[in-house]
Structures are given as structure tokens and as C-alpha cells.
């Protein structure tokens, strides 16, 4: 796949406070894994072409999260010289406990890209799991491919001295550090809270209410609307949403979904991520019964807890939420589903505690405890890199991803630049046994995900840089299980797999 230049550009442009200093845009909407390893093979990509001269070959990348490990890795089989710095002394930290959450590759993509349960990226590669799960795939890749190639120093950056050339980035430590130019790929700070009302974070042990029978969830954005769903779905909302997105895959409301959020863009009111189009497509959209049957079994209590999205944005369906969960909340919203209801209004503090405020109704107290079991805030959270920013230049960071909005809907990655040719990828040489090596975890995540068993899996060299697809068997039984979800063919890193007709040959490492 070739990339248009323009949206590689526009990733280079929103990520851009200065010649030497870039931050992976923690503004840009559609935040996720996914979505941020592409940035960052893009934003490498230009950096390399743009800065990386004879002499100016030293970067130095901030946080070792998801996109700071995938752009340094991206500089890296490029051949430039990569210092990552990471204040944890626990590799991925705030998500190790996660097993509450689900990851899927693009599901929030959809219906704009069809959905895929595993990435397709030359490295770090991994299936639709259990948070912890797809981090452990992520670790035990760094640890074998990238861990000896890449400098690591657990330290906090404190502050970059920008008026030196090259730059001097200075710890918390005392010490320092010398680059070329540095890219802050540091994610989010703590979540916002509001008064007394002590939420666990998103990633945190307990997040969901799944006990309670009265809950309020307020936000309207994803963390919101997948948490006003969890209580109802648990984890499964992952699930759950692959499977109604791939049985519409054919049917009239794909089209008219992507009409709405199309015409919604319209609508966006400066300076937010919301839009003024109040949106009657979400208010009013059933899924047929064949379709709401697919996951019915999913449902985790019955009857189901009631739950009441408080929203300030111009409707519960906001404009900066994935479609699929728009249409998951709208099944749970309109017809005989209906387990959640909206009140459009906003938190407020009194001398009593907290109260509701609806913009059309009487304030009610809900804090200390009223009339739910409890209550979970999601207002997002401050970017981190904004510590290492003047106000100024977080400000403009902010009308970037504005501006250069599309740099979010990456499609894919530049395989030509990113190739696997002659069992290595790239000048840093990474061989190709890693890259069999996530394929079949990423493998293994996905059939442990919807419930089937492959076998007799076939990965030959020309699987990575040829035309021969990886081949799997599958139980006649759990092969209609992969077909119901639209499993396969499935494409996991350069490769597709598919389901064998014969029996295979032996490939790499059988």
C-alpha cells in the first residue's frame, strides 16, 4: 500500500512544534493503538526524509508506550541513531492490570475501513485480546528485535533546552542527553476527576460497574459511551461491536452511517470536538433482530442494569465517538433494548456535594449517593506533553489536529518503505523470525477472541515478500464460528492468512 503523500504530510504537519521538536498529536481524534503506530511509522517516515542528513542522525524519543516503541522502531530499520527515554520503571505500567478491557486494531474506523481483529504492520504486530495480552505480544517483539538495537534510560525528561544545537534534553536525575531533534510520544496524564467522585482511571482494576443496578456514566466521548455499554456487554462490547459491523457489512445503514458522520463535519463547532448536528439518525436507529440476536448471548446480567449518560456535548452521539459505538448505544438506547437513557446537562459542585444540572430539568443531587449505585466520570485527560510546552505551543498543538484532522484516518503504513525483502526489513537488518513469531500470537489472540482453533499453521518466506497467503486449519464447527465473525482472509502484518484446502508442507520454524 502506498500511502497518499499528503496524509503523510499531514501527519508530519500536525505533529510539528519546531524544526527539532515533534510530538505525536495527543489531539488528533481516534486515539488508539492502532491509530498510533501508523502515526508513528508516518511521522518516522517523514522525519527520516526531511531531517535525517549526513550528520544529524540522533533522535531522541520521549515515553515508551505504544507509539514511542513503534516510532523509534520505525527510525530504527531506517537506520537512524534512537535514544528512548521512558520515567517508568515498569514497562507499559498503566496497563498491565487492564484485563476488564478489549483491544481491537480499527473497529472505530469502521464503517470507513472494514474491520480487521489484527494489525497489519511490518513489526509489533498483534491480534484483538485482552490489554495485558496484546502487551505482553508488544514486549516479548521490543525484547527480542528492537531491545538490543535501541538505547533505553529510565529517567523523566524535565525539561528540553532548545537554544543549544544539538539539543540538550535534561532528567530528573541530573544528568542529560544530547540529540538532533526529540519526539515526545508521552500519551495521556492522569484522568480527569470532578470533586469528590473518585472514579478508577480506564485502564484501572474495577473501572467498570458490573455489580451495580443504577449507574451514571458521564461523557460522551468513547471512554464514556464504551463505558455506559460495559456494564451491560463487560469486555464483549469489543467483540460485540466486530460482530455487528461485519453482519451490516452489506446493508443499506453502512451507507447511511457514512452519510451521517460525513454531514456532521458540517456541523463541527470551533474549537471542540463536538458538532452542532443534533443528530436524529442515532436517536432513532434500531438493529434488526437478526443482528441485535448475533450477540444477545454477550449480554453479561438480565434483566440488564439501567444506565444514564450525562452529556454536554449537543447529543449523547457525539461527533468525536466511533460510529459502532454509536450504534451499539443507540441499540441499547431505542426500542425493546432499552436499558440507557440521556440526559444532555452537565456535573456541577454544591455545598452538599455533587449534582446533575440537565439543561432542561431540576438539578438533582447525586453525590453524596442518591439514586445511583455508581457513578463514573470520563472527561478525558490532559496530554502529558504539554509539561514540556509553553501554553502557546500546547495551544497550537490543539488547532493543528484541527487543521490537519485527516492525519487521524491513516488507511495503512508505506510498505515499500517499510518492506520485508531477503528475511530482514529495513538497514537495521531484523530478521524475519520475529515476525512469524507475532504473526502466530497474533494468531493465537484473535481465535481466543471468537472461540476457535486453528492448526497446521504454514508460514513460508514468500508469505512475507511474495504472493503465498499463511495457511490454518480449522473444526468444521469453528470454521463456521470464523466465517459468522468475517475472520478471515485475515492480513496480520505483511502476510494474509487463510484457511488451507490440503493439508501444508512445513514452513518456518515448524
Given at each position: 500500500m502506498q500511502i497518499p503523500q499528503s496524509l503523510s504530510q499531514h501527519?508530519?504537519?500536525?505533529?510539528?512544534?519546531?524544526?527539532?521538536l515533534f510530538v505525536l498529536n495527543p489531539f488528533l481524534p481516534q486515539q488508539n493503538f492502532y491509530s498510533q503506530q501508523l502515526r508513528a511509522l508516518a511521522l518516522a517516515a517523514e522525519i527520516t526524509d526531511r531531517h535525517m542528513a549526513p550528520g544529524r542522525r540522533k533522535v531522541c524519543v520521549v515515553g515508551a508506550?505504544?507509539?514511542?516503541?513503534?516510532?523509534?522502531?520505525?527510525?530504527?530499520v531506517q537506520k537512524v541513531g534512537v535514544i528512548l527515554v521512558d520515567?517508568?520503571?515498569?514497562?507499559?505500567?498503566?496497563?498491565?492490570?487492564?484485563?476488564?478491557?478489549?483491544?481491537?486494531?480499527?473497529?472505530?474506523?469502521?464503517p470507513f475501513q472494514?474491520?480487521?481483529?489484527?494489525?497489519?504492520?511490518?513489526?509489533?504486530?498483534?491480534?484483538?485480546?485482552?490489554?495485558?495480552?496484546?502487551?505482553?505480544?508488544?514486549?516479548?517483539?521490543?525484547?527480542?528485535?528492537?531491545?538490543?538495537?535501541?538505547?533505553?534510560?529510565?529517567?523523566?525528561?524535565?525539561?528540553?533546552?532548545?537554544?543549544?544545537?544539538?539539543?540538550?534534553?535534561?532528567?530528573?536525575?541530573?544528568?542529560?542527553?544530547?540529540?538532533?531533534?526529540?519526539?515526545?510520544?508521552?500519551?495521556?496524564?492522569?484522568?480527569?476527576?470532578?470533586?469528590d467522585i473518585k472514579t478508577p482511571g480506564y485502564w484501572s482494576p474495577g473501572a467498570i460497574a458490573d455489580q451495580e443496578a443504577q449507574i451514571m456514566v458521564s461523557g460522551s466521548g468513547d471512554g464514556g459511551l464504551i463505558d455506559a455499554l460495559s456494564p451491560i456487554l463487560g469486555k464483549d462490547v469489543t467483540r460485540a461491536a466486530h460482530i455487528v459491523a461485519?453482519?451490516?457489512?452489506?446493508?443499506?445503514?453502512?451507507?447511511?452511517?457514512?452519510?451521517?458522520?460525513?454531514?456532521?463535519?458540517?456541523?463541527?463547532?470551533?474549537?471542540?470536538?463536538?458538532?452542532?448536528?443534533?443528530?436524529?439518525?442515532?436517536?432513532?436507529?434500531?438493529?434488526?433482530?437478526?443482528?441485535?440476536?448475533?450477540?444477545?448471548?454477550?449480554?453479561?446480567?438480565?434483566?440488564?442494569?439501567?444506565?444514564?449518560?450525562?452529556?454536554?456535548?449537543?447529543?449523547?452521539?457525539?461527533?468525536?465517538?466511533?460510529?459502532?459505538?454509536?450504534?451499539?448505544?443507540?441499540?441499547?438506547?431505542?426500542?425493546?433494548?432499552?436499558?440507557?437513557?440521556?440526559?444532555?446537562?452537565?456535573?456541577?459542585?454544591?455545598?452538599?456535594?455533587?449534582?446533575?444540572?440537565?439543561?432542561?430539568?431540576?438539578?438533582?443531587?447525586?453525590?453524596?449517593?442518591?439514586?445511583?449505585?455508581?457513578?463514573?466520570?470520563?472527561?478525558?485527560?490532559?496530554?502529558?506533553?504539554?509539561?514540556?510546552?509553553?501554553?502557546e505551543e500546547g495551544a497550537h498543538l490543539k488547532e493543528l489536529a484541527g487543521q490537519f484532522a485527516d492525519a487521524a484516518e491513516l488507511p495503512g503504513y508505506d510498505e515499500k518503505r517499510y518492506a520485508w525483502k531477503d528475511r530482514k526489513i529495513g538497514s537495521a537488518g531484523i530478521g524475519m523470525k520475529p515476525l512469524?513469531?507475532?504473526v502466530r500470537k497474533a494468531l493465537d489472540q484473535v481465535s481466543r477472541a471468537y472461540g476457535f482453533r486453528v492448526s497446521n499453521v504454514e508460514i513460508r518466506p514468500e508469505c512475507f515478500y511474495g504472493s503465498a497467503p499463511i495457511t490454518v486449519t480449522l473444526p468444521v464447527s469453528d470454521k463456521e464460528k470464523a466465517e459468522q465473525a468475517g475472520i478471515f482472509p485475515l492480513r496480520i502484518?505483511?502476510?494474509?492468512?487463510?484457511?488451507?484446502d490440503v493439508a501444508p508442507s512445513r514452513g518456518i520454524d515448524d
Open positions: 501527519v508530519y504537519e500536525a505533529c510539528k512544534v519546531a524544526d527539532t508506550g505504544v507509539s514511542g516503541r513503534m516510532v523509534a522502531a520505525a527510525l530504527c520515567k517508568s520503571q515498569i514497562e507499559f505500567s498503566n496497563y498491565l492490570n487492564a484485563t476488564h478491557r478489549e483491544l481491537h486494531p480499527n473497529i472505530i474506523f469502521w472494514r474491520p480487521k481483529p489484527a494489525t497489519d504492520l511490518p513489526f509489533l504486530n498483534w491480534g484483538q485480546a485482552s490489554v495485558p495480552e496484546v502487551v505482553e505480544a508488544l514486549k516479548s517483539e521490543w525484547k527480542e528485535t528492537f531491545a538490543r538495537k535501541i538505547e533505553t534510560v529510565p529517567a523523566e525528561v524535565i525539561s528540553i533546552d532548545r537554544a543549544v544545537s544539538p539539543l540538550q534534553i535534561n532528567l530528573d536525575n541530573g544528568g542529560s542527553l544530547s540529540a538532533d531533534l526529540c519526539i515526545l510520544a508521552t500519551g495521556f496524564a492522569a484522568e480527569v476527576q470532578f470533586g461485519t453482519r451490516l457489512a452489506d446493508k443499506p445503514i453502512v451507507e447511511d452511517i457514512r452519510a451521517v458522520e460525513s454531514a456532521r463535519r458540517n456541523g463541527v463547532l470551533a474549537g471542540s470536538k463536538d458538532s452542532s448536528d443534533p443528530c436524529h439518525f442515532y436517536s432513532t436507529v434500531t438493529l434488526e433482530p437478526e443482528d441485535a440476536a448475533a450477540f444477545a448471548n454477550m449480554i453479561k446480567r438480565k434483566p440488564a442494569p439501567h444506565v444514564t449518560l450525562l452529556h454536554e456535548s449537543t447529543t449523547a452521539y457525539s461527533f468525536a465517538a466511533a460510529p459502532i459505538n454509536k450504534l451499539l448505544l443507540a441499540h441499547f438506547s431505542n426500542g425493546t433494548a432499552r436499558c440507557v437513557s440521556h440526559v444532555k446537562g452537565k456535573l456541577s459542585r454544591s455545598t452538599n456535594g455533587t449534582e446533575m444540572i440537565p439543561d432542561d430539568g431540576t438539578p438533582e443531587q447525586i453525590h453524596p449517593p442518591g439514586r445511583f449505585d455508581r457513578i463514573v466520570v470520563r472527561h478525558g485527560a490532559v496530554p502529558a506533553a504539554l509539561k514540556l510546552l509553553t501554553p512469524a513469531d507475532s502484518g505483511p502476510a494474509t492468512v487463510d484457511i488451507a
